[in-house]
């Protein structure tokens, strides 16, 4: 009945057919993500093949500079970050210049934290990939709005 009267696009054909009171929250996941996963792949793939084209066409960058500038400027579409990708350090937003921190002083902060924060700020998408899907070799990859 649910498929029937909805008029969400994104809706998928093939739903989870169980009650949720026959089941727990553990395999209602698993069962989630057995239909989501494809979805979520197909993206991903879509994703970076159009981070490879952006970068050839000079509209995307995995230069750490670029990027950071660019996400305070608000011009990131999609950002990709290699997963538990630390870079110590700060973004200075008024000399728009990067400063390198100490990974023994947690003080000092994080350069992809700090990326990350100002792309969702300005209403970009995050993607966190493990090392060997990651489109670049320098942790964090970028596809500019303009």
């Given at each position: 009945?649910?498929?029937?009267?909805?008029?969400?696009?994104?809706?998928?054909?093939?739903?989870?057919?169980?009650?949720?009171?026959?089941?727990?929250?553990?395999?209602?996941?698993?069962?989630?993500?057995?239909?989501?996963?494809?979805?979520?792949?197909?993206?991903?793939?879509?994703?970076?093949?159009r981070?490879?084209?952006?970068?050839?066409?000079?509209?995307?960058?995995?230069?750490?500079?670029?990027?950071?500038?660019?996400?305070?400027?608000?011009?990131?579409?999609?950002?990709?970050?290699?997963?538990?990708?630390?870079?110590?350090?700060?973004?200075?937003?008024?000399?728009?210049?990067?400063?390198?921190?100490?990974?023994?002083?947690?003080?000092?902060?994080?350069?992809?934290?700090?990326?990350?924060?100002?792309?969702?700020?300005?209403?970009?998408?995050?993607?966190v990939l493990?090392?060997?899907?990651?489109?670049?070799?320098?942790?964090?990859?970028?596809?500019?709005?303009?």
């Amino acid at each position: 009945m649910f498929r029937k009267i909805s008029n969400n696009p994104y809706l998928l054909p093939d739903g989870i057919e169980v009650s949720y009171e026959s089941t727990d929250v553990s395999e209602l996941a698993d069962k989630a993500w057995e239909r989501m996963e494809p979805v979520y792949q197909q993206k991903e793939l879509e994703s970076v093949d159009r981070y490879q084209n952006a970068k050839s066409n000079h509209t995307g960058s995995d230069r750490l500079i670029d990027v950071a500038r660019a996400a305070f400027e608000g011009r990131i579409e999609i950002l990709f970050v290699e997963a538990d990708k630390s870079v110590p350090g700060k973004f200075n937003t008024e000399s728009s210049k990067l400063e390198f921190g100490n990974s023994d002083n947690p003080a000092s902060g994080d350069l992809i934290d700090q990326i990350i924060n100002a792309v969702w700020k300005h209403k970009g998408e995050v993607i966190v990939l493990p090392t060997g899907r990651m489109p670049s070799e320098t942790g964090l990859a970028a596809i500019f709005r303009f």
